[in-house]
């Protein structure tokens, strides 16, 4: 089955750093990446569509001057944590349609990220 | 109103016992529905689709009821290895898969 990636799967850093978490579709070609996040408890909230070549999109209340999103390649979406607070600690998970059937999202085993 | 409801649960029930889940969607205008398992600390992953017809996986049974926009997830012949939270998620077309997730269902089976 297609699998997909993700790196790091936990991260820790001080505030005010930026992280990196990259999602990458092993075995197939993703037209579109989604990025999730889920805090305790609660369920994933989508946070943006990324699209090869183009700008993501982004749901409402999400700022993508702080969630930055790269889809540089069909095989790699990147997010971008800028200057992390303890409020942005979440579970950050990518999924990917593959581009031949658009109807199955697969998902990446998720990131881990607490900011101190 | 959030556009996809669970009850949160917890179920707990004893192993043999049969379960079910339902979920109710605000936007008429969902395409798709799915079930997806979620064990703790793991991504979700694809339980079953929805149908108005009515889907069976083993022990697993899913219905769509799209008149009272309701729908249900019924487990029989409870295993330990159940106990996980599930979502009932939507999917919106416009271009792209869309999911919308509810918050999920947690369910506990003991000896």
């Known amino acids: 089955g297609a699998v997909v990636s993700q790196h790091p799967s936990w991260v820790i850093c001080k505030s005010g750093t930026s992280v990196k978490i990259e999602c990458r579709s092993l075995d197939f070609q993703a037209t579109t990446m989604f990025w999730y996040r889920q805090f305790p408890k609660q369920s994933l909230m989508l946070m943006a569509t990324?699209?090869?070549?183009?700008?993501?999109?982004?749901e409402q209340g999400v700022e993508k001057d702080k969630f930055l999103i790269n889809h540089a390649s069909l095989t790699l979406s990147t997010l971008t944590v800028t200057s992390a607070h303890p409020e942005d600690s979440s579970f950050y998970i990518c999924s990917a349609n593959d581009r031949r059937s658009t109807d199955t999202q697969y998902f990446g085993p998720g990131t881990r990220l607490t900011v101190l | 109103r959030k556009e996809v409801e669970q009850d949160p649960g917890p179920f707990n029930v004893p192993e043999g016992a049969t379960v079910a889940f339902n979920c109710t969607y605000s936007?008429?205008?969902?395409?798709?529905f799915f079930w997806y398992r979620q064990d703790c600390r793991k991504e979700p992953k694809l339980l079953m689709s929805?149908?108005?017809s009515g889907n069976e996986d083993g022990r697993f049974t899913a219905q769509l009821n799209r008149a009272s926009q309701y729908i249900s997830l019924l487990i029989r012949d409870s295993k330990l290895s159940d106990s996980a939270t599930y979502l009932c998620v939507g999917a919106f077309r416009g271009g792209y898969n869309k999911l919308i997730f509810g918050a999920g269902t947690r369910l506990a089976v003991h000896p």
């Open positions: 936007n008429s205008a969902s395409q798709s």
């Open positions: 929805v149908y108005s």
């Open positions: 990324s699209n090869e070549g183009s700008k993501a999109t982004y």
